[in-house]
């Protein structure tokens, strides 16, 4: 029977890699962001939409690299960095700044369903909505094509 | 039966008796027969299993996320339940089911990437099957266990490419060192070791020092690897003289038919490269006399000058030269030594006689003395030997 041990430590694995998303989502604040697609299709995880966001504009002083920021909402709604450094602080969404535009690992890319995407990139105006928890992970929850 | 049949052989031959025939045959049908599942339960168990799949691919992009990670991980559990089964009933083969299963781990975390958005530009999932795959190994100790292990530690250098740091580096290593000194059988050994290797080319990303000779100072502490494990002097020297013979190789053509920029040298590291290898040499002549071969290597650093360029061939090919004719001698085995020869040839050829047909000729020519002249030695030596009988 203690070859069992490997499946329920596997499944723990996969568990907590879940439950780690849905904390994010419990426990943190959603935004929307405003995101204009580029470029998709994955042979192995399958279609996907690549995003860059127009409103998360870098300060002057920023450096090309590795940056940490945090989101608020904006007068029109849609999120826009609050707070933004080279160093990490409690709270921030870990990202890259590079030429002119502000990203983070999980907001490149969005997976959806088979065949919507080339209608999504198509759209070119669309709204991402994620959660971001209050230790800065960030969940993306919701990509649609936006009304106004 | 094919067991009755060798045992009527063996008697007509003399080499068991009647008796010892009788005995055996009793003892092998007292054992438990594998069991046999009915082929029509096999052809119902195929068509339902397509019918399910169909089922879940029809209708897998409406599923909520939970729902399609739960039957990834249903399926992953069937099918170590099967190789505990095979193992328990005697059917089928448990490592079949249980490769199967560590698979559908791998296609849970595919599809939990997928469901979440979870950044593949990090290394946590390869480190997760490479952990996973190892324990499998330790465990159950078999071959495809340390073959997967393998790809996924591969897996975790590539993938960490760009943010590798210190502290991952220095668990890579140490989970890699254990595998190395724990591994019992060779394939598993080769593999720790080229890990290990890999792992030394990592450098190049974390160290703030440009230098081309991260190759050449993995090799050698490998070398010093080898003093914990001495009895594997044979299958480790023959992997360090291949990589070392690799490396001379690709310096070789770097150096000389290529026009890259390469790094500039540093003086103090080839000199300190020189000394170690000095170590390496003395090291290896008095412990490992089968890989005092790869100390050459320490003089690289000084030879990638371009005053010094045209000694790196030279030395390439007196090592390829001797190398060969002290095989021969020793009576080792020389296909080793031969594609080394041959690939120094064809190196030098593409450096000196590419685009100068004189020169080419001129190795034509050398070629062709090579070839009777060790088409003459051969036959004296046949001679002699028919003389000596």
């Not at chain 1, 826009?80 to 990490?88: K, L």
């Not at chain 1, 502000?102 to 369903?113: F, G, N």
């Not at chain 1, 105006?125 to 936006?146: E, F, H, K, Q």
């Not at chain 2, 390439?316 to 001698?329: C, D, G, N, Q």
Request: hydrophobic share 55%; proline share 4%; glycine share 6%.
């Amino acid at each position: 029977m203690r070859s069992f041990l490997f499946p329920a430590l596997q499944s723990l694995f996969i568990a907590l890699i879940v439950l780690s998303f849905y904390a994010t989502s419990w426990l943190g604040e959603q935004f929307v962001l405003r995101a204009e697609p580029f470029d998709p299709v994955d042979p192995f995880y399958g279609e996907y939409v690549l995003l860059q966001y127009p409103d998360l504009k870098p300060s002057d002083s920023l450096q090309n690299g590795e940056i940490y920021f945090t989101l608020k909402q904006g007068d029109d709604g849609y999120a826009v960095i609050d707070r933004i450094d080279s160093q990490a602080f409690f709270g921030s969404i870990r990202g890259t700044y590079y030429n002119e535009l502000i990203t983070a690992p999980q907001l490149e890319q969005y997976y959806v369903e088979q065949g919507t995407g080339p209608d999504l990139e198509k759209a070119r105006n669309l709204a991402v909505t994620l959660d971001v928890s209050p230790w800065g992970t960030i969940r993306p929850v919701y990509l649609d094509v936006r009304q106004d | 039966m094919d067991l009755e049949r060798k045992l009527e052989r063996w008697e007509k031959e003399g080499f068991i008796d009647q008796v010892a025939v009788k005995k055996i045959l009793t003892f092998e049908n007292q054992q438990p027969k594998p069991t046999k599942l009915p082929l029509l339960l096999i052809i119902g168990l195929i068509f339902f299993s397509l019918a399910v799949f169909s089922f879940i691919a029809a209708n897998w992009q409406v599923m909520p996320a939970l729902l399609k990670i739960g039957l990834v991980q249903l399926l992953m559990w069937m099918f170590y339940g099967f190789g505990y089964l095979a193992e328990r009933k005697n059917f089928g083969r448990a490592i079949i089911f249980r490769l199967i299963g560590l698979a559908m781990f791998g296609a849970s975390i595919i599809v939990t990437v997928q469901a979440f958005h979870f950044s593949v530009s990090n290394s946590i999932l390869p480190w997760a099957i490479f952990i996973v795959t190892l324990a499998h190994y330790f465990y159950w100790r078999q071959f495809p266990y340390a073959l997967i292990a393998f790809i996924a530690g591969a897996f975790v250098l590539m993938m960490s490419i760009p943010t590798m740091s210190w502290f991952e580096w220095g668990c890579f290593l140490a989970v890699t060192l254990a595998w190395f000194y724990f591994s019992h059988i060779d394939s598993s050994m080769v593999f720790s070791w080229s890990l290990l290797f890999a792992s030394g080319l990592m450098l190049w990303i974390l160290v703030d020092y440009e230098t081309i000779l991260w190759p050449i100072w993995t090799l050698f502490t490998l070398v010093f690897l080898l003093l914990s494990v001495p009895e594997k002097e044979r299958l480790l020297g023959s992997l360090s003289l291949v990589v070392g013979a690799f490396q001379l190789v690709v310096y070789l053509t770097v150096r000389g038919a290529m026009d890259l920029s390469i790094p500039e040298i540093n003086l103090v590291e080839s000199i300190s490269l020189l000394v170690v290898s000095v170590g390496v040499l003395v090291l290896t002549y008095l412990r490992f006399q089968s890989i005092t071969w790869i100390s050459v290597l320490g003089a690289v650093g000084l030879l990638l000058f371009d005053d010094t360029a045209i000694a790196l061939a030279i030395v390439a090919e007196i090592v390829a030269l001797a190398y060969l004719v002290i095989a021969h001698r020793q009576d080792r085995p020389l296909t080793f030594g031969f594609v080394y020869f041959i690939a120094v040839q064809f190196v030098l050829y593409f450096i000196y006689a590419w685009e100068r047909l004189d020169m080419s000729l001129f190795f034509l020519v050398g070629a062709i003395l090579l070839f009777v002249l060790s088409g003459i030695a051969w036959y004296v030596n046949r001679k002699k030997a028919g003389v000596a009988t």
